[in-house]
């Protein structure tokens, strides 16, 4: 028995785009037998090796099959890819996922963006292996697409992506990490951290906690450093939170004060103090000197201790 | 096997040199193929996609890729999003590709030059696109910098490359 499948929005010989295969041709509609049913199956052929996929009519749209770009949708990409957005995503793991989700999506501005990001990324510093491949999957599949709605060869479109990302006569820019953070905006803590790709690991790291140069600068001067309005606040409030010390008298200060003095400001290290073997040499010089083993010199033999007497026999030890 | 056919008459020197880069960079053979004539009702600066297309073809087996050397200008070509010089075209992923010497005019000192546009364009015949590292020969060749580098690939592209030939037939 056929499924009734409705019938899919594409006629034989249009061209299709399949999300991570590229541009397709429908080669006609099959019905195949499996499991003993009968289904309905669109196949598509890809253009580049000619494999096949088929798709069920009914999952056409959620497998994200749509019509090829039209050139209105070419010059936008051409728009995107010519402007002069420089912003890219330093959280290698947002842009993994976002551009894991372009790559699925499968538009062509998902395509265009995945290639702008990742170039104005390699500007910065080289691309890891993953994203490399990354870029060229998604590049092929651009250049692929849009030399079939410009019906142009291979060559020239993507010759045309590239002169709208680096035009001729000029090289690529040097980025650093400062211009990120310009263009950045107010992305500030999705910056420096991830220029190794790190950021990963140091999710225990509490990220309140202010740097070391902060401590101290804080503790030279109480200023606010102008730059960080907000861990300044966070500190006030801190402040106001924390318990107040009650005020003390003249006399109260100067006991605490003597307290202080008499009592070892440091903890108690462990160990000999510095010097203290000396002293305790002065006071006991005797024993400072190595003991000598045997017997003095001219001291007479001691006598042999007479052996101990035994118990007589038959007398049993222990209580009577 | 890449086979090296020229459209004018070359130095046997430059052309030796160039199967020697080519060899060096691609790990296959490379040899000269006869020489072919320009097609009939061409003239110069010739359109590159048309005198590929037009150009007559040599003898080679499956899968062989076929690199013509000409000496005459290309027409510069205009594209969606602007004007950008023609040093070669090629078809991706297929069979054959052209690079123009014009642009050289001592042919012996500038063949690590003519080596890296040869690169260019055979890379191309196996599908790699253009890359983002400026000392390799698959980035985009009308940067400034592009004729100071040497006829090498990148990591990526070298063993993008060597995939590609290993599953060649021929």
Redesign the interface.
Known sequence: MADAAPQPPFAVNDRVVYPNLGVCRVSGLETLTIAGQQVSFVTLKRETDGATVRVPPGKLASAGVRKLAGKEEAAEVFRFLKSDTDKATLDWKQRARTNTERMAHGGLMGLAEVVKGLQVLSELRPLPTKERELYDSARALLVSELAASLSCSPCDAEDTVDVALSPPGKERPRRTAEEFKRSGGGDEDALGDDLLGMDGELDGIPTDEPPPEEENEAGADDEVPPEKPARAAKAAKQAKAAPKRPILSDEEVTMTMARAVALPAEPKKRGRPPGSTTKKKSASPARAEPKKRGRPPGSPRKKKAPAKAKPAKGKKGGRP | MIRVATLDELDPQVLKGLCKHLYTAFGVGTELSEPVSYPRGMAEPFDA?RLLEAVPAVRAFQDDKVLYLTRARLKE?T???????THG?????KDRALISLAGVKDLEAGLPVISRHALHVVG?LW?L??C???RCAMF?P????FDKGEPTFCT?CRE?SERKIALAKS
């Open positions: 996609e070509r594209l969606a999003t602007g004007n950008v010089p075209h090629c078809r991706y992923g191309h599908d696109y253009h983002l590292d400026p985009p009308w940067t400034p910098s990526f993008k």
